[in-house]
């Protein structure tokens, strides 16, 4: 390790600084580990994977030649060298983050970068850009219909929306993210007229296993939700996987079988009797909640481009769609 330091300092002359920089992730992996003292708790804290961050460790010590971190029965302990280092770089790295929002805050409130599960962007959120837009004038919107979360680390949204039923269990946010529910709305089965009219009666959830279940990108989203209410569904599920809601409500609506969706994004479809609900207000299908939740960062939660967009969300859900606000 020690030859890092021969090439850095040759004949008693300093070499440029820029040359003694380690590479960045190196530095950010070590920051969050002496911090929060272990790589797990470091690898959630930047939504990496913990065996990623410990190759970072690794070659931040083998770049400075110093052994930074010791390894004992109950975790890590910086050594004194860590020690020295982290209040070093501890305050320049603070001096980079505010410098990094000091410059993205010039165009931070001209600039509205929303990501959403596809369903709720296009069932309920395009349907209302007008408005949204009337409400933040001079903020440029994006809206992007996507399946996985965004890098918010990497600000490649300002607020992300999606769906948290809740019989299933789910990850703890990282602590630089922060959550709000903005909307919530039970998963229910649905289907047209047509399909039900041919098809076997349907008094238990039991008996949708003899129905065609229609699925998204796999069966998980079917099996959850009936083991919720004590279905087993060991035996596996049948039916055709469509990859998203849309398609499986799209389906649903033209008599191909039983789709799981939410009441926010089927009302329209619900009243005018495009779609039934099965199992309405039949004690053996009890409601099983799901929320609508913003997401963002802690460091962002404020700013007035986002606050304006959390205000007009829970204004226009309770105007709009009272009956499916938060605490209805």
Same mark, same amino acid.
């Given at each position: ?22 590479? +960045?992730?190196?530095?950010?992996? +070590? ?10 708790? %470091? &690898? ?21 030649? @110093? ?22 770089? &501890? *305050?320049? =790295? ?9 410059? =993205?805050? *010039?165009?931070?409130?001209? *600039? ?10 296009? *069932? ?8 949204? $837009? ?14 996985? &979360? ?10 992300? @929306? ?39 009666? @349907? ?12 699925? $998204? ?16 569904? %060991? ?51 009890? %409601? ?14 404020? $700013?007035?481009?986002?606050?304006? +967009? ?19």
């Amino acid at each position: 390790m020690a030859d890092r330091k021969d090439d850095l300092i040759k004949t008693g002359q300093q070499p440029p600084l820029r040359k003694a920089l380690p590479p +960045f992730e190196g530095l950010r992996a +070590f920051d969050a580990i002496a911090r929060l003292g272990g790589v797990r708790k %470091a &690898a959630k804290w930047l939504d990496r994977d913990h065996a990623v961050l410990s190759r970072h460790l690794r070659a931040l010590e083998e770049w400075v030649g @110093i052994t930074l971190v010791e390894r004992v029965p109950t975790g890590l302990i910086l050594t004194e060298a860590g020690k020295d280092y982290h209040r070093s770089i &501890a *305050q320049a =790295l603070d001096m980079v983050a505010h410098a990094t929002l000091d410059l =993205l805050n *010039q165009g931070i409130h001209h *600039q509205l970068l929303i990501w959403s599960t596809p369903g709720f962007a296009q *069932q309920w959120l395009s349907r209302r850009l007008a408005s949204l $837009e009337r409400a933040n004038q001079g903020v440029e919107i994006e809206l992007k219909p996507s399946v996985s &979360a965004p890098d918010f680390l990497s600000h490649e949204a300002t607020a992300d @929306i999606r769906y948290w039923a809740s019989y299933e269990d789910l990850d703890e946010l990282p602590s630089h993210l922060r959550s709000q529910v903005i909307a919530q709305s039970p998963i229910i089965p649905v289907a047209s007229p047509d399909y039900l009219e041919n098809a076997p009666e @349907i008094n238990t959830p039991e008996d949708l296993l003899n129905h065609q279940l229609l699925h $998204e990108n796999t069966t998980e989203t079917w099996e959850i939700w009936l083991n919720s209410l004590g279905v087993d569904c %060991a035996d596996g599920l049948k039916g055709p996987r469509l990859w998203q809601g849309n398609l499986t409500s799209d389906a649903s609506r033209h008599g191909r079988g039983i789709a799981l969706t939410n009441p926010l994004l089927a009302e329209k479809h619900l009243a005018r009797g495009d779609l039934v609900w099965i199992g309405k207000d039949n004690p053996a299908f009890p %409601a099983r909640r799901g929320d609508y939740v913003l997401i963002a960062r802690h460091d962002r939660w404020n $700013e007035p481009s986002l606050r304006k +967009f959390r205000q007009w969300l829970t204004n226009t859900i309770a105007k709009d769609t009272p009956q499916f606000k938060p605490g209805s």
